[in-house]
């Protein structure tokens, strides 16, 4: 691939909707009387603002510029690239930094001393490219191996690209229990753990940490949300799963 954008056009127009409703302003306070009172007003405690989530966009991508430093003490090295869908708000090179950070962490994959990752451009080789893209595309590009995403899930396919609903990324899952990051983690770590042959298992038990290949996004199934596939230097599992 190249380093500017990938040609997979869908011709279609790009949409963007929010997924709550903004709160917040101004609250009046008492007018002022007729006798020349000065009027005053409140400010309303800040409510953070529901991120705008673009349903659609052009299905062409933009990469991440740059190479970044081999992490991992020890094992072969897997490249990979990153990729945002054009006009959805999100700049590759934050939405990278958030990735190199996440496949960084030494509760990441490289924790088991058998494997080192590093980011490359996109004119570069790479073992698997992860993009971000919006519902729409991802369901377009996961129905490439007969995967049905609802526009929701993410999915890794066997040509090695990584593919991360933007609503995923922005809003993750009703109910998770956990910050937005814990989230991010666990998607990133989940599908690049399914490039690395790893496949899915079930929680463990109520109450424990869901396994970071356990489908955290279908529900925790009375697990705790966790992002990482090592959790204190050990390698943490479930029962694997019938599929």
């Known amino acids: 691939m190249s380093g500017g954008l990938v040609a997979v056009d869908v011709s279609r127009a ?10 917040g302003g101004l609250v009046p306070g008492d007018r002022a009387s007729a006798a020349g009172s000065t009027a005053t007003a409140s400010i309303a405690p800040a ?6 989530v673009a349903q659609s966009g052009p299905g062409s ?3 991440a510029p740059g190479q970044r430093p081999v992490v991992g003490r020890s094992g072969g090295v897997q490249r990979y690239r990153v990729a945002v869908e054009n006009g959805v708000g999100v700049a590759p ?7 190199d950070a996440i496949l960084a962490d030494p509760r990441g994959w490289t924790a088991g001393g058998d494997l080192r ?20 595309t991802s369901e377009e590009m996961c129905r490439d191996e007969f995967m049905e995403t609802a526009q929701y899930t993410n999915c890794r396919l066997s040509d090695g690209r990584v593919v991360i609903n933007l609503a995923r990324w922005l809003t993750a899952i009703p109910g998770y229990g956990a910050p937005l990051e814990v989230y991010q983690a666990y ?18 038990g109520p109450g424990r940490p869901a396994p970071v290949m356990q489908q955290q996004t279908l529900g925790l199934q009375g697990c705790v949300a966790n992002g990482w596939p090592y ?6 599992r479930g029962p694997a799963a019938s599929q």
């Open 231 to 236: 959790l204190d230097g050990v390698r943490y």
């Open 117 to 136: 990752l590093q980011r490359v451009s996109g004119g570069t080789a790479a073992a698997f490219t992860i993009y971000l893209a919006t519902p729409e």
């Open 14 to 23: 790009s949409k963007a909707e929010p997924n709550a409703a903004q709160a």
């Open 47 to 52: 409510v953070a603002s529901a991120p705008v």
């Open 187 to 204: 998607v990133i770590n989940h599908e690049v753990g399914h490039q690395l042959r790893q496949w899915h298992e079930l929680c463990p």
């Open 61 to 63: 991508f933009a990469f």
């Open 93 to 99: 090179e934050t939405f990278a930094a958030a990735v």
